[in-house]
């Protein structure tokens, strides 16, 4: 907790500890009933997630003490709301071990924790009180197809001990000091300031300093998000939908496409959409996605190539195209939900935003676009080349239909990955390139890699990388110092020579050691990429 001057609110400590048998023939509808009094769907999400697989044996309910964000809000709605009570304060700790009594706690591991989650009763005058879900933490579905970049640890107490979680913290609105876009926030800023328990104070201060007027409970604009995530010194790309669209631009970037970006990076994104059949016309939500569903054989990167184009466009396939679904928290409903790729009607969406790596300068998006056009101005270098893998690359980016993956990474882990990579015939890399490249290479990178159909999909490997300085700023564009650093492709290294991204280009060629495709770079993907 560096940093921190007051402890998690997850590390409270218990004052009244009492455990629950949660397997069969447990009632989750009655128990919850009987504990809440009320309807609360998102704490049902907590019971089905701990039932997965038949895991769940032991729940461990415990009052604590508020500390950390949560005694921050209680603070901040004592502000609000005049009379305002915190009625009730709980820890739910989920386990796949049997434990009853006190002392058998100690034979609790972090293997057994399957989440955790503190509800918070909150009691204004003149309305009854309500329950909410203050936050909670899941394992991962394990399943090896389901992608959770960068998945942040969680300490969370119980009893006299402290247990690690991985996941990605879930947060519900209580319409009073926060709605949907701050607990949305809150979500994904718990990935990056790691050191922080971040407070709704603190994000509804940024705000009401520019906009004296505001109402915490309210919700957010997109301008507010904005200033937000800069107060926070968060780097993102966004797509204000509603101001585009006005502007007379036909074919605005898909909200898919600007969410996988941030996903794939380990960092996610906002979706802000406008509800149609439920709710008052006019009426918005706004949800956080980490994570994606990857689909081997999925029919459309193919059949959009094949059938479907529209016009001469489409120069590459990018990977964005296998996404099956989206993996993010509604806080109306709870936390760990699949939601199909472009579920959401296209004329919904109003608001996406996606998290950038702090060391760059332009987007993954923008990244990519670049490296295709590096990529087709090499073609007239390689087709003197009279090599196997060479041409099959050549055959596909004259079909347009090469795959291309951009993640951030700095110099060391792109040296280290080429490291321990080996090609198809387990060939390795000359250490005396690499190591030249452990100097020369500027620090922060894209890499774009280039792939093939089947060999991305189905055997996660691929024919090189386009290499981009990742602090390059792309205004003026094209920049006047070097932006594309280098293509490494089968069997050579084609260093650019040439500052300017546009115009003719000259090469140092460098033999690479590897003369067909290696894997993938797994790195933050390591959970979802064999």
Not at 16 to 34: E, G, K, L, M, R
């Amino acid at each position: 907790m560096v940093g921190q001057s007051i402890p998690f609110a997850r590390l409270g400590q218990a004052t009244h500890t009492a455990f629950q048998d949660i397997c069969p023939p447990f009632s989750n509808f009655q128990f919850i009933d009987n504990l809440l009094g009320g309807e609360c769907s998102a704490v049902r999400r907590l019971f089905s997630l701990a039932r997965r697989e038949d895991k769940g044996q032991t729940l461990i309910l415990e009052d604590i003490d508020p500390v950390g964000a949560v005694r921050d809000e209680i603070t901040e709605l004592y502000t609000l709301f005049p009379g305002y009570q915190c009625t009730n304060l709980k820890r739910l700790t989920f386990w796949s071990r049997s434990c009853a009594k006190l002392r058998d706690m100690r034979y609790l591991t972090e293997a057994d924790l399957l989440g955790y989650a503190i509800l918070k009763q909150d009691s204004i005058p003149a309305q009854s009180s309500k329950w909410h879900i203050f936050e909670s933490v899941f394992k991962k579905y394990d399943d090896p197809h389901n992608c959770v970049p960068n998945e942040p640890v969680f300490a969370v107490q119980c009893g006299s001990q402290e247990y690690h979680l991985n996941g990605v913290l879930y947060c519900q609105q209580n319409g009073l000091n926060k709605s949907c876009a701050q607990v949305a926030l809150r979500s994904l800023l718990s990935r990056i300031l790691r050191d922080q328990d971040i407070c709704y104070s603190r994000i509804n201060k940024v705000v009401q300093q520019c906009n004296p007027d505001f109402v915490p409970g309210e919700g957010l604009e997109s301008s507010q998000i904005r200033i937000i995530l800069e107060s926070f010194g968060i780097k993102y790309d966004d797509i204000d939908y509603i101001a585009t669209n006005k502007s007379g631009v036909s074919q605005p970037i898909p909200y898919s496409k600007v969410l996988y970006a941030g996903i794939e990076n380990g960092l996610g994104g906002l979706l802000g959409f406008e509800l149609s059949t439920t709710g008052v016309k006019g009426d918005k939500h706004i949800i956080p996605f980490y994570g994606h569903t990857f689909n081997q054989d999925t029919w459309v990167p193919r059949a959009s190539i094949a059938y479907f184009r529209v016009g001469d466009s489409t120069r590459y396939i990018s990977s964005e195209e296998w996404m099956s679904s989206l993996i993010g928290h509604d806080d109306n409903f709870g936390s760990n939900y699949c939601v199909p790729r472009r579920y959401i009607e296209p004329s919904q969406v109003k608001y996406v935003v996606a998290l950038r790596p702090p060391n760059t300068a332009y987007s993954a998006i923008s990244a990519e676009a670049i490296a295709a056009d590096c990529l087709y101005s090499t073609l007239n270098t390689l087709e003197h080349i009279d090599a196997y893998w060479i041409q099959r690359l050549i055959y596909h980016i004259n079909s347009q239909d090469v795959v291309l993956r951009t993640l951030y990474v700095n110099r060391n882990q792109y040296v280290a990955h080429l490291r321990e990579s080996a090609d198809w015939k387990g060939l390795t890399e000359d250490t005396s390139i690499l190591d030249n490249f452990a100097s020369s290479l500027p620090e922060h990178l894209w890499m774009v890699e280039v792939s093939i159909p089947e060999l991305f999909p189905a055997n996660y490997r691929k024919l090189g990388e386009i290499i981009l300085d990742a602090c390059v700023s792309l205004d003026p564009f094209p920049p006047k110092v070097q932006l594309w650093i280098l293509a490494r492709l089968p069997g050579l290294y084609l260093i650019n020579q040439s500052p300017i991204i546009q115009g003719p280009t000259s090469f140092m060629h460098r033999e690479s050691a590897m003369k067909s495709h290696i894997p993938l770079y797994r790195g933050l993907n390591a959970t979802c990429m064999p």
